[in-house]
Structure formats: structure tokens, C-alpha cells
């Protein structure tokens, strides 16, 4: 996967598979090893996919400033709701047809806490015919809300294989469909990962505790 | 004063593959391409994007040449392609231009290969 995505040109790589805080150290050694061998930034991440608020939380206090992104599923409301107001959390991934309403309050949330939600496009890859289209409908929902609360989006291609990797120009290509603008396809592939980046970076490297800002 | 009007744009995608030696032949190209639109875009949509597939001499790099209306459209059903005639494969546009004389313009610039060498002449061109 990385070889194609260094002949997509594509800058960087969020890693997933960081969810294990015990095997941490092993897991950064192999990353830099392999970092050498290809011209890709390579980030950590970690998808949490907890049953319960407390096994998140308690996840999240053990990953947090070891690795670059923290990611939660939003499986329940419950979750979805811990993960909304929990700050330290970077991702909220939506995956296709959650078993909780999508409200406008869930997007005014994650914009009030700075907390991006997550679409990966490689579902509409994998879909066809009448799947996709209903995909592309929950897709343009959820847009349509980021849009109008004015909340963080990402589109990421959310590739298991390598040939559902996507460049910039093909994901903003993808992106339309879904009735996003050019300002809010270039904030929600480049400009929103390269903010919770470098905010993480910083945060990894200081000894700053979370929510101090530096003015 | 005769309007044209249609007018046409001319798209050059990148074929990426782990395997170095594939090789794809016009009409694959052209029928995973059109399939890709009707898929999206149904009977109507492919039918208005008179989509055409140039070859060029670069076994990785190909044009789409189709209306200017369609241009996204194409761009869209090309980014959903992940296999030509089972092999799998990624489709990424590089550039959009208006003529065929940019084309060569802008490959030879930014892609750095030659212009006579990585195009064929319109005549040459398979039409479908």
C-alpha cells in the first residue's frame, strides 16, 4: 500500500492498528523502520472501537500524546456522545448507516469541540448499484449537516487494499458528488488533517497538559 | 456567426498498478470508462459525455476526450474504477485541458516526456 501511495504522490499516511497501547513500543520500532524505505509521511492511529463510554475513555487516557491520531467508531449514542465532548479525541469515523439518528446537534457538537467527523470514501468503491446510491445519500446527509453547522469534515479514502487508494485530485473528484464545495473539499482532504497533525506533533513534543493553549 | 457548440476537454488520467508491465488496450479502457459513467450517471448522463479514449505512446498515462459539460462526470466515474478487465488498478486524473496542442504543452512540462513521442496524431485516434 505504501508503494502506491508514494506513486500517487500522497504526502502522508494516518497508519491505523496503534489501538493496542500494550505492544506500543514494538509497533513505533516497525514504523521506523519502514518509514526509511518510502517517501510518505507515515502518522499513527488509533480506530478505538469500544463497546462501552468507559473502555473508550480508558483507551484514550493510555493512547493519548503516544500516538498522532485518535480515532473513535461511533457504534451507539452513547459513544458518539462521550466522544463529542471528550477534546482529546481528534476522529469521530461514521461508518455507512449507524443505529443512532443523525441530527444537526451531533455536528454543532463537533464544531464547538473542535472534533472532526470522518466519511471514507472507499465505501462508495466497494458499493454498487442501489447500495451506492443509498451511500451516496448518507453521505450527502451528513455533508449537507457539516456544511450547515459549519463543523469539521474529513473525506479520507479509508483504503484496506492498496488499489483504494486515492490521491488528492481523485477524492476531491469523488467529494463533488457529495455536494461539497472547493473550499470544503480542500478543507476537509488537506486543511483539517494537516491542523489535528500538527496540533498532535506539538502536543507529543511539549509538556503542555491538554487544553492549555499557548498564546 | 456559427457557434460551436459543443465544446470538448481533453483529460489525461495516470493508470497506477503494482504491476509495472500492464498494459491496457483502447477499448478497455474506453468500455471500464463508460461502464464506470453508466453506472453513476445512467443511460442519459454517459450519453451526453461522447466520451472518446486517446491512447498515448506512455502505457501508464491516457486521454479522455469528452464534452465540456461532462468534465466532472468524467472525472468522478474515472475515480471509481479500481480494476480494468480484472486486474486492479488505480485511475487518477493529472490534467484537464481544452486542446490537444496544451496537452502535449503541459505533459512535456510537468511530466517531462516528449510531446511527439507520447502522443499520436487525432487521425490515429480510435473513436468509439
Same mark, same amino acid.
Given at each position: ?7 500517487l504522490n500522497i504526502k502522508? =499516511?494516518?497508519?491505523? &492498528?496503534?489501538?493496542?497501547?500494550? @505492544? ?33 475513555? !480508558? ?10 491520531? #485518535?480515532? =473513535? ?6 459513544? #458518539? ?30 464544531? @464547538?469541540?473542535? =472534533? ?12 454498487? &448499484? ?25 473525506l479520507?479514502s &479509508?483504503? !484496506? ?5 486515492r490521491n488528492f485530485p481523485a477524492l476531491s473528484s469523488m467529494s ?9 473539499i480542500l478543507?476537509s482532504t488537506i486543511?483539517?488533517?494537516?491542523? =489535528? ?13 491538554? &487544553?492549555?493553549?499557548?498564546? | ?20 508491465? *500492464?498494459?491496457?488496450? /483502447? ?52 475515480s ?10 488505480? /485511475?487518477s486524473p ?29 487521425? *490515429?485516434?480510435?473513436?468509439?
Open positions: 500500500m505504501l508503494k502506491a501511495a508514494e506513486k502522508g =499516511i494516518a497508519l491505523p &492498528g496503534f489501538e493496542d497501547y500494550k @505492544q506500543l513500543n514494538e509497533k513505533h520500532k516497525l514504523l521506523n523502520e519502514v518509514k526509511s524505505m518510502f517517501r510518505v509521511e507515515l502518522y499513527t492511529r488509533a480506530n478505538i472501537s469500544a463497546s462501552s463510554v468507559k473502555e473508550a475513555v !480508558k483507551l484514550v487516557n493510555k493512547l493519548r500524546r503516544k500516538i498522532d491520531l #485518535i480515532c =473513535i467508531k461511533a457504534f451507539n449514542k452513547t459513544l #458518539i456522545d462521550y466522544a463529542l465532548r471528550d477534546k482529546r479525541v481528534d476522529l469521530i469515523l461514521l461508518e455507512p448507516y449507524p443505529n443512532f439518528k443523525i441530527t444537526a446537534s451531533l455536528f454543532s457538537l463537533a464544531r @464547538q469541540n473542535d =472534533i472532526a467527523i470522518e466519511l471514507h470514501l472507499a465505501h462508495l468503491l466497494r458499493a454498487e &448499484g442501489l447500495p451506492r446510491s443509498k451511500l451516496i445519500g448518507f453521505y450527502k446527509l451528513i455533508t449537507a449537516y457539516s456544511t450547515k453547522e459549519d463543523a469539521p469534515l474529513i479520507s &479509508g483504503a !484496506k487494499n492498496w488499489y483504494e487508494l463533488k458528488v457529495l455536494g461539497l464545495s472547493k473550499e470544503a478543507d486543511n483539517y488533517p494537516k491542523k =489535528i497533525i500538527s496540533r498532535n506533533t506539538f502536543l507529543k513534543s511539549s509538556k503542555l497538559p491538554c &487544553g492549555v493553549e499557548v498564546l | 456567426m456559427p457557434v460551436k457548440l459543443a465544446r470538448n476537454r481533453y483529460v489525461v488520467f495516470k493508470l497506477t498498478s503494482l504491476n509495472e508491465e *500492464q498494459e491496457f488496450s /483502447v477499448s478497455e479502457l474506453f468500455n471500464t470508462l463508460q461502464n464506470s459513467l453508466l453506472k453513476l450517471y445512467g443511460e442519459v448522463g454517459a450519453s451526453e459525455a461522447k466520451l472518446k479514449v486517446i491512447p498515448t505512446q506512455n502505457p501508464t498515462l491516457f486521454i479522455a476526450k469528452c464534452s465540456h459539460k461532462a468534465v466532472d462526470k468524467i472525472l468522478t466515474a474515472a471509481h474504477i479500481t480494476s480494468i478487465d480484472g486486474k486492479n488498478v488505480i /485511475v493529472v490534467l484537464t485541458t481544452g486542446t490537444m496542442k496544451k496537452i502535449r504543452e503541459k505533459l512535456k512540462t510537468y511530466l517531462s516526456i516528449s510531446p511527439e513521442a507520447g502522443m499520436k496524431k487525432p487521425s *490515429q485516434t480510435s473513436e468509439h
